[in-house]
């Protein structure tokens, strides 16, 4: 397993949960795996593929997603392909033979072009597993709903001893419930990857007028000259609008929304992973299909619809790992226009729940990561120190016996109780609810008299964002005691909450403190034993980028930016050297090695 994972992709040692995970699917066992972007959730079907006979089918919902794994397993000697609509007949036709006589370890295609082929190419072909990616898409809960996905549940009557493995980077409990029914997934085990992105910073602004965003965003792009970036904008005149001042300002910026032709989308992706474009401007129809590895920025020029869609969007910088930037502006004006659809869609409960939740990440004072983790039902004990609050810490004090209070009532109401009624009971409501479930009979009934119900709210809203409870969205959003919540409540641990300032809360107030702060810029780009030439480093860009143009081939699947700052610190001066170097395999070292090698040697010889 460790030679496979060298020869092919270049790593000596696997990433947490990884091989776990594929012992697992080598045993043909089910599986639902939940890793962030860039969690390397695409090694745990990949390397399996290698050690199975016959072939891994990989449902995937997009053609451009396709078309970038298929391309980074190729350029490591991989026979992979893809069955899809952007082929010829002929070269489609070749495929088939190729996977019918076993000649393709992966064959990637999407849901739709999967249950066409059952009755012919896959009733004719070896099959390893299924390996469904992007598996949110099954699920009315997820925020990519897809209704062809629902149809994969058939895969399991028709290929009862065929081992399914489904792969996601964002789903709530709900999502992942709702993924293993639909699949029909046997007695799967769910993988839970950590949802930490350390690597990546968080910054919210608020308030802010076009005028100010666009300052802050020109600011914000030159301090990074030459690092990719995307800007997700919530209307398709915002995107246009927004890559028009870009451009003026001579800054190399695409358009990609919904509403062009598929050859001007086709375009604009592939100059953004080609590097022909620093910026693209995007509503959200772009971005899943995106491997760039080297995107160091993201920014989101309103609000998103929910934190499953932010979480997946912000995931694409910094895939290789290295620091990288996001950015969001929120303001009223979105808020309002968001409710509106969300009341229109045809799930308005749920939709408007998940809006919520974005905009209590949006206005919140506690450190934001702990947000988002907790969200995905991931509870840390302490702050990152990479979002904005944590760099401007608001004040706090002991807040252990609020939080015992509020968690004593949601516990003696049995964990069956919302957010409104553990306020009626802490504040001594006689509400009909409380009155008809006799919750004025319980100890705590009363107990939060002396704190007034708005502030109750925030509070409540703080032991959420911290982890002490969760919200049974299909369970009339009752709130659950999480295990760290239980140590606050038997006296284990003590609980810091934020001072409540209502005088300090109007969003033009905030607007102005947060302007002047501008953005911070994580300088150390890599930790390597070693002094990084930076001249090296560019000198490397170089090379790949007239290797890749060779190749018609996107830069970053030659080699990654964080192999070329290990290169640039390490300096390899033999084939042999440039081999160890993490993320280079046999295939690699045989095919660039000697170009690589060669610069770098000249490079120390003119030093």
């Known amino acids: 397993m460790l030679q496979i994972l060298k020869k092919h992709f270049g790593y000596d040692s696997f990433r947490p949960l990884q091989e776990e995970i594929i012992r697992h699917l080598l045993a043909r066992r089910d599986a639902l795996v939940l890793m962030p972007t860039g969690g390397g959730k695409s090694i745990c079907y990949q390397l399996p593929a290698l050690m199975c006979g016959g072939t891994a089918i990989v449902v995937s919902p997009l053609i451009s997603l396709m078309k970038d794994q298929v391309e980074s397993l190729q350029a490591n000697g991989i026979a992979t392909g893809a069955l899809n609509s952007s082929n010829d007949e002929t070269s489609n036709a070749i495929l088939r033979r190729q996977c019918t006589e076993g000649k393709i370890k992966l064959l990637y295609i999407s849901p739709e072009r999967l249950l066409a082929e059952i009755p012919y190419l896959l009733k004719e072909m070896d099959i390893s597993f299924f390996a469904i990616d992007e598996a949110h898409c099954i699920s009315q809960w997820g925020h990519d709903f897809r209704p062809e996905y629902t149809q994969l549940g058939t895969l399991r009557d028709l290929f009862p001893q065929i081992p399914i493995i489904a792969l996601t980077a964002t789903a709530d409990k709900i999502t992942r419930e709702d993924i293993v029914r639909q699949l029909r997934l046997q007695q799967p085990r769910i993988f839970l990857s950590s949802f930490d992105r350390p690597n990546l910073s968080l910054t919210v602004k608020r308030g802010y007028t076009a005028q100010e965003k666009h300052r802050t965003i020109l600011d914000f792009i ?84 929910s934190i499953e869609s932010f979480y997946q969007e912000i995931g694409r910088a910094g895939r290789d790992g290295l620091p990288s930037d996001t950015l969001l502006f929120y303001s009223l004006a979105d808020l309002i226009l968001l409710t509106k659809f969300a009341q229109e869609s045809g799930q308005q409960a749920i939709n408007e729940e998940k809006l919520r939740r974005m905009q209590q990440y949006a206005e919140a004072d506690i450190c934001r990561r702990r947000i988002l983790l907790s969200y995905f039902g991931e509870q840390r004990t302490c702050d990152c120190g ?85 919200i049974a969205y299909n369970e009339g959003n009752h709130l659950k005691l999480t295990p760290i919540g239980a140590e606050v409540l038997y006296g284990r641990a003590t609980a810091s909450l934020v001072v409540i300032h209502r005088e300090e809360k109007s ?79 046999e295939y690699k070292k045989k095919k660039y090695g000697k170009s690589f090698v060669e610069l770098i040697r000249r490079f120390t010889s003119e030093e």
């Not at 607007?511 to 490397?540: D, M, T, Y």
């Open 507 to 585: 969003t033009a107030t905030r607007g102005r403190k947060k302007k002047e702060k501008g953005v911070a810029i994580q300088k150390p780009l890599v930790n390597l034993p070693g002094v990084e030439s930076e001249s090296l480093f560019q000198a490397l860009r170089e090379l790949r980028k007239r290797l890749a143009d060779e190749e018609v081939l996107p830069a970053y699947i030659i080699l990654s930016d964080k192999v070329l700052h290990q290169l640039a610190a390490v300096r390899p001066t033999t084939v042999e050297a440039f081999g160890n170097i993490s993320g280079i395999g």
């Open 222 to 305: 030159r301090r990074r000259p030459d690092e990719s970036g995307i800007i997700y904008c919530m209307s398709r005149s915002k995107t246009e609008s927004v890559a028009q001042m870009l451009q003026r300002q001579g800054i190399r910026a695409a358009i990609y929304h919904a509403g062009l032709s598929p050859e001007q989308r086709d375009r604009a992706q592939d100059d953004f992973i080609n590097d022909r474009v620093q910026v693209v401007c995007a509503t959200i129809a772009f971005g899943m299909g995106i491997d760039k590895s080297n995107v160091r920025w993201v920014i989101h020029y309103n609000l998103p619809k």
């Open 386 to 470: 990479n979002c904005d609050v944590c760099k401007n810490p608001p004040e706090r004090f002991d807040g252990t016996v609020i939080v015992q209070k509020a968690l004593s009532a949601i516990v003696r109401a049995e964990q069956q109780i919302a957010s409104g009624v553990t306020i009626d009971i802490l504040r001594g409501n006689y509400t009909p609810e409380v009155n008809e479930k006799q919750y004025h009979r319980l100890k705590t009934f009363g107990a939060g008299r002396d704190i007034p119900a708005r502030d109750w709210h925030d509070y409540l809203l703080q032991m959420l964002h911290l982890g002490y409870f969760e």
